[in-house]
C-alpha cells in the first residue's frame, strides 16, 4: 500500500470505527447484523456497470460472512433500485437512514447520483464509500466521503491531465481542442480541468458546448463539433453517451488526430461490444488494467469467482473495473474496522445542543470507548523549554517537566449502577451516583502505568481517597499487591488523591507517572493540563487490552481540547495536541518510538523558533495561523527523518 493510501485507511478507520460506535443500541446486540445500504441502477441506462457492483458486493458479503463478519457480526447489504434516475437518489438515502437505520452506506454508483445523496448524508452525519464520484468533495468537502478510484490528489482532473500531456508530446503538435460535455455533474467536473489543460499547454479552444443529460440523437452535436475541425476532440459523458457520440462520429465522418478523455464505462466489456472496431484509437483512462490481473493472486481470485456468478446472472463476465473497485470498497471497510489505531479530532458545539442527550456528537466519543473497551487513558503533560513561561507556575517548577497520568477510563463512579435521583416529596430529591470497581479493573490499569514507569523514569504514584472510600482502600491494596508480585524493580509509592493535587500544583516535577481512577483523573489531568501552559498543546491515548492472539491492543489518540466552535474556519487553532496525538500513535500502537521522538522533537524545534498560535502568542513570538504552524512542524519533521 502506498502511504498516501495508508494514511487515508487510517483516516478511514476512524471514521468507520465512529460510525459503528453510534448505531442503536438494538442493532449493537451480539449478532445482530451490521446493515450496509445504498442505492443502484439496477434498470436503465446505468444498469450494465451498476449490477456488476452488485453481484461484486454480493460476493464480498458473502466473504466477509464466512470469516465471521464484521466485529463479530453478520453483514446484510440493504439495496434499492434508483432506475438510473438521480432525483430517485435522495428520497432512498433518505430511507437508508431513517427507516431502515443502516449501520453504514456505499455507493450509490458515479458522481451524478452521489451528488443528490450528498445532503442526506451530511445531515445525517454519516460516512459513505463510493465506488467512483471522485469530484464529489469539490463541491461538497465533507470529511467523511470517500472515492475508491485511485486518482490520487487531482481527482477529476486526473481524466485530463495524461490526456492533454500525451496530445501535447505529439509531432507535430495538435493546435485547436473541441470540448464536448453532458451537461450533468461529473461532465462538467472533467470539462472544466480541461479547460485547465488546454491553458496549460497552449491549444486553442474551438467548441465548447454541452448536450442535455436525456439526449439520445448525438448526430446534431457530432456535426456542430466537425464544423469546426478540431485537432482534439475531449469527451465528457457517461454510458450509454458514449456509445451514441462514437456511432454519429463514426457516421458523420468526425475523425480529429485525437479523440477521448472523460468516456466512462468504456472498459466495461457490453460498451466494447457494441461499438466493436470503431471504438478503436480512442483515448480514454482505463481504471484497471486487465493486463496486469494475473500478478496480483487476490484479484485473480476474485475475477475467476466472479465471472461464475456473472455468468450465470447474464452480466459482463470480466467486471472491469467496477467489480474490483466494489469489493475493495468492502474491503477496505473490513480493513477499517480492523485497524490498529483511531485519531479522533474533537467534537461538539452550539448547534448540537438542542438535540436530545443520546444524539450529541460528544456522546460518540463515550460510546467509542465504551464499545471498545478502552480501559486506560494517558494524558502526558510535557512542558516545552520554550512555553515554559506560558505555565501558572513558575518557570523553575516547571521547567523540563514531563508527567503522565493515566486515568482509568470505564469504570468507577461514570458508570457504576445504580445512578439516579428519586424524588422523596416535600420538596426534596435524593441522587445517586455509585462508584464500583473489581479487582481485575485496577489491576489493569496498574500495570499499564507499571510498564509505562520501566520506559521513563521507573516511578509510579497511586491516587485515592482510602482513608473515606472503600473503593480507594480495595484500589491501594490492589495496586500494592501487584507491584509486589510483578514490579519490584518499579518505584511506588501511596498519595491520597487530594493531597496528590495540592503536590501536582507545589511540585509536579516530583511525579513521572500517576495512575487513578476516573474521577479523580479527570480532574488530576486537567490540573495537570494548565501546568503546561494551554491545552492545545496536549495530545492523550485510550488504550485497551492487549489481544491475546495478535498481541495488539485498541487504541484511540485525540486532542485533549474541544472542538473551539467559535473559532471554526479562522485558522486559529494549535493543531500541536492533534500532531502529539499522532505522535503517540506512532509509540504505543505502532511501535515506532524513534519516530514519534522526531515528532516531538520537530514541535520542540518549532516552538524554539519563536513561531505561535494566538493561543500560546507571547510577546516577542511570530503569530501564525493553525495550517502554517502545522507546515513548520512538517518540515522540521521531513528535515529530521532525512
Same mark, same amino acid.
Given at each position: 500500500?502506498?502511504?498516501?493510501?495508508?494514511?487515508?485507511?487510517?483516516?478511514?478507520?476512524?471514521?468507520?470505527?465512529?460510525?459503528?460506535?453510534?448505531?442503536? /443500541?438494538?442493532?449493537?446486540?451480539?449478532?445482530?447484523?451490521?446493515?450496509?445500504?445504498?442505492?443502484?441502477?439496477?434498470?436503465?441506462?446505468? !444498469?450494465?456497470?451498476?449490477?456488476?457492483?452488485?453481484?461484486?458486493?454480493?460476493?464480498?458479503?458473502?466473504?466477509?460472512?464466512?470469516?465471521?463478519?464484521?466485529?463479530?457480526?453478520?453483514?446484510?447489504?440493504?439495496?434499492?433500485? $434508483?432506475?438510473?434516475?438521480?432525483?430517485?437518489?435522495?428520497?432512498?438515502?433518505?430511507?437508508?437512514?431513517?427507516?431502515?437505520?443502516?449501520?453504514?452506506?456505499?455507493?450509490?454508483?458515479?458522481?451524478?447520483?452521489?451528488?443528490?445523496?450528498?445532503? #442526506?448524508?451530511?445531515?445525517?452525519?454519516?460516512?459513505?464509500?463510493?465506488?467512483?464520484?471522485?469530484?464529489?468533495?469539490?463541491? @461538497?468537502?465533507?470529511?467523511?466521503?470517500?472515492?475508491?478510484? *485511485?486518482?490520487?490528489?487531482?481527482?477529476?482532473?486526473?481524466?485530463?491531465?495524461?490526456?492533454?500531456?500525451?496530445?501535447?508530446?505529439?509531432?507535430?503538435?495538435?493546435?485547436?481542442?473541441?470540448?464536448?460535455?453532458?451537461?450533468?455533474?461529473?461532465?462538467?467536473?472533467? !470539462?472544466?480541468?480541461?479547460?485547465?489543460?488546454?491553458?496549460?499547454?497552449?491549444?486553442?479552444?474551438?467548441?465548447?458546448?454541452?448536450?442535455? =443529460?436525456?439526449? #439520445? $440523437?448525438?448526430?446534431?452535436?457530432?456535426?456542430?463539433?466537425?464544423?469546426?475541425? =478540431?485537432?482534439?476532440?475531449?469527451?465528457?459523458?457517461?454510458?450509454?453517451?458514449?456509445?451514441?457520440? +462514437?456511432?454519429?462520429?463514426?457516421? +458523420?465522418?468526425?475523425?480529429?488526430?485525437?479523440?477521448?478523455?472523460?468516456?466512462?464505462?468504456?472498459?466495461?466489456?457490453?460498451?466494447?461490444?457494441?461499438?466493436?472496431?470503431?471504438?478503436?484509437?480512442?483515448?480514454?483512462?482505463?481504471?484497471? &488494467?486487465?493486463?496486469?490481473?494475473?500478478?496480483?493472486?487476490?484479484?485473480?481470485?476474485?475475477?475467476?469467482?466472479?465471472?461464475?456468478?456473472?455468468?450465470?446472472?447474464? %452480466?459482463?463476465?470480466?467486471?472491469?473495473?467496477?467489480?474490483?473497485?466494489?469489493?475493495?470498497?468492502?474491503?477496505?471497510?473490513?480493513?477499517?474496522?480492523?485497524?490498529?489505531?483511531?485519531?479522533?479530532?474533537?467534537?461538539?458545539?452550539?448547534?448540537?445542543?438542542?438535540?436530545? @442527550?443520546?444524539?450529541?456528537?460528544?456522546?460518540?466519543?463515550?460510546?467509542?470507548?465504551?464499545?471498545?473497551?478502552?480501559?486506560?487513558?494517558?494524558?502526558?503533560?510535557?512542558?516545552?523549554?520554550?512555553?515554559?513561561?506560558?505555565? *501558572?507556575?513558575?518557570?523553575?517548577?516547571?521547567?523540563?517537566? $514531563?508527567?503522565? +497520568?493515566?486515568?482509568?477510563?470505564?469504570?468507577?463512579?461514570?458508570?457504576?449502577?445504580?445512578?439516579?435521583?428519586?424524588?422523596?416529596?416535600?420538596? /426534596?430529591?435524593?441522587?445517586?451516583? #455509585?462508584?464500583?470497581?473489581?479487582?481485575?479493573?485496577?489491576?489493569?490499569?496498574?500495570?499499564?502505568?507499571?510498564?509505562?514507569?520501566?520506559?521513563?523514569?521507573?516511578?509510579?504514584?497511586?491516587?485515592?481517597?482510602?482513608?473515606?472510600?472503600?473503593?480507594?482502600?480495595?484500589?491501594?491494596?490492589?495496586?500494592?499487591?501487584?507491584?509486589?508480585?510483578?514490579?519490584? $524493580?518499579?518505584?511506588?509509592?501511596?498519595?491520597?488523591?487530594?493531597?496528590?493535587?495540592?503536590?501536582?500544583?507545589?511540585?509536579?516535577?516530583?511525579?513521572?507517572?500517576?495512575?487513578?481512577?476516573?474521577?479523580?483523573?479527570?480532574?488530576? *489531568?486537567? +490540573?495537570?493540563?494548565?501546568?503546561?501552559? *494551554?491545552?492545545?498543546?496536549?495530545?492523550?491515548?485510550?488504550?485497551?487490552?492487549?489481544?491475546?492472539?495478535?498481541?495488539?491492543?485498541?487504541?484511540?489518540?485525540?486532542?485533549?481540547?474541544?472542538?473551539?466552535?467559535?473559532?471554526?474556519?479562522?485558522?486559529? &487553532?494549535?493543531? %500541536?495536541?492533534?500532531?502529539?496525538?499522532?505522535?503517540?500513535?506512532?509509540?504505543?500502537? @505502532?511501535?515506532?518510538?524513534?519516530?514519534?521522538?522526531?515528532?516531538? &522533537?520537530?514541535? &520542540?524545534?518549532?516552538?524554539?523558533?519563536?513561531?505561535?498560535?494566538?493561543?500560546?502568542?507571547?510577546?516577542?513570538?511570530?503569530?501564525?495561523?493553525?495550517?502554517?504552524?502545522?507546515?513548520?512542524?512538517?518540515?522540521?519533521?521531513?528535515?529530521?527523518?532525512?
Amino acid at each position: 500500500m502506498t502511504a498516501f493510501g495508508g494514511n487515508m485507511l487510517r483516516v478511514l478507520g476512524a471514521a468507520l470505527v465512529v460510525g459503528l460506535s453510534l448505531v442503536s /443500541q438494538a442493532s449493537a446486540q451480539s449478532g445482530n447484523p451490521i446493515r450496509i445500504g445504498m442505492s443502484l441502477a439496477l434498470t436503465g441506462a446505468g !444498469a450494465s456497470p451498476s449490477k456488476v457492483v452488485n453481484t461484486a458486493l454480493d460476493l464480498w458479503r458473502d466473504d466477509i460472512n464466512a470469516k465471521g463478519g464484521l466485529l463479530g457480526r453478520p453483514v446484510e447489504l440493504v439495496i434499492y433500485d $434508483d432506475q438510473s434516475a438521480p432525483a430517485n437518489v435522495p428520497i432512498i438515502y433518505t430511507k437508508l437512514i431513517t427507516v431502515d437505520k443502516v449501520d453504514l452506506l456505499l455507493g450509490p454508483y458515479g458522481t451524478n447520483f452521489v451528488a443528490p445523496a450528498m445532503p #442526506t448524508i451530511m445531515q445525517n452525519n454519516k460516512l459513505t464509500i463510493s465506488f467512483t464520484a471522485i469530484g464529489i468533495n469539490d463541491k @461538497f468537502h465533507y470529511s467523511r466521503y470517500f472515492s475508491m478510484v *485511485s486518482t490520487g490528489p487531482e481527482g477529476v482532473d486526473a481524466f485530463s491531465i495524461g490526456f492533454f500531456d500525451l496530445a501535447a508530446a505529439e509531432q507535430p503538435k495538435p493546435q485547436t481542442v473541441a470540448i464536448l460535455a453532458a451537461d450533468a455533474e461529473f461532465a462538467q467536473s472533467a !470539462a472544466a480541468g480541461a479547460r485547465e489543460q488546454i491553458k496549460k499547454h497552449g491549444f486553442k479552444l474551438v467548441y465548447d458546448q454541452s448536450y442535455p =443529460p436525456n439526449a #439520445t $440523437d448525438f448526430a446534431p452535436v457530432v456535426r456542430a463539433v466537425r464544423a469546426t475541425n =478540431p485537432d482534439i476532440v475531449y469527451i465528457g459523458a457517461y454510458p450509454p453517451d458514449n456509445v451514441g457520440i +462514437i456511432r454519429a462520429a463514426n457516421e +458523420i465522418g468526425l475523425a480529429p488526430k485525437m479523440m477521448g478523455g472523460a468516456m466512462i464505462g468504456m472498459l466495461v466489456t457490453p460498451m466494447k461490444v457494441q461499438l466493436g472496431p470503431i471504438a478503436n484509437g480512442l483515448i480514454t483512462g482505463e481504471n484497471f &488494467a486487465a493486463a496486469m490481473a494475473k500478478q496480483i493472486a487476490s484479484a485473480t481470485d476474485f475475477l475467476a469467482r466472479y465471472g461464475e456468478r456473472a455468468v450465470a446472472a447474464r %452480466i459482463d463476465p470480466l467486471g472491469f473495473a467496477w467489480g474490483p473497485f466494489a469489493y475493495s470498497a468492502g474491503e477496505t471497510l473490513a480493513q477499517a474496522v480492523a485497524s490498529d489505531a483511531v485519531l479522533f479530532g474533537a467534537v461538539g458545539g452550539a448547534k448540537w445542543d438542542t438535540l436530545p @442527550f443520546e444524539l450529541r456528537p460528544e456522546r460518540g466519543i463515550l460510546r467509542l470507548r465504551k464499545e471498545m473497551d478502552l480501559f486506560a487513558n494517558l494524558r502526558p503533560a510535557v512542558v516545552f523549554d520554550a512555553l515554559a513561561d506560558a505555565s *501558572s507556575l513558575k518557570r523553575e517548577a516547571v521547567e523540563g517537566l $514531563d508527567i503522565m +497520568i493515566v486515568r482509568e477510563l470505564t469504570g468507577g463512579v461514570y458508570f457504576g449502577e445504580p445512578k439516579t435521583i428519586t424524588d422523596l416529596g416535600n420538596g /426534596q430529591k435524593r441522587a445517586i451516583d #455509585t462508584q464500583v470497581y473489581d479487582t481485575y479493573e485496577i489491576e489493569r490499569i496498574a500495570r499499564v502505568a507499571f510498564d509505562l514507569a520501566r520506559k521513563r523514569r521507573n516511578k509510579v504514584t497511586s491516587m485515592e481517597k482510602r482513608n473515606v472510600m472503600k473503593s480507594g482502600v480495595l484500589w491501594n491494596e490492589v495496586v500494592t499487591q501487584l507491584h509486589a508480585r510483578e514490579y519490584k $524493580d518499579v518505584q511506588l509509592e501511596h498519595q491520597l488523591a487530594d493531597s496528590g493535587g495540592m503536590n501536582l500544583v507545589k511540585w509536579p516535577k516530583a511525579f513521572d507517572v500517576i495512575v487513578t481512577d476516573n474521577l479523580f483523573g479527570d480532574m488530576l *489531568s486537567d +490540573i495537570a493540563a494548565m501546568l503546561t501552559g *494551554s491545552l492545545g498543546m496536549l495530545p492523550s491515548a485510550s488504550l485497551g487490552e492487549v489481544d491475546v492472539k495478535t498481541k495488539k491492543r485498541k487504541a484511540l489518540f485525540e486532542p485533549v481540547h474541544g472542538s473551539a466552535p467559535d473559532i471554526a474556519g479562522e485558522g486559529l &487553532a494549535n493543531p %500541536i495536541a492533534m500532531i502529539a496525538s499522532f505522535g503517540m500513535a506512532l509509540r504505543y500502537s @505502532f511501535d515506532m518510538g524513534a519516530l514519534a521522538d522526531k515528532v516531538d &522533537a520537530a514541535i &520542540a524545534a518549532v516552538l524554539a523558533s519563536g513561531l505561535r498560535t494566538a493561543d500560546i502568542k507571547s510577546e516577542g513570538t511570530i503569530a501564525v495561523s493553525t495550517a502554517q504552524m502545522g507546515e513548520a512542524i512538517l518540515k522540521e519533521l521531513q528535515a529530521l527523518h532525512a
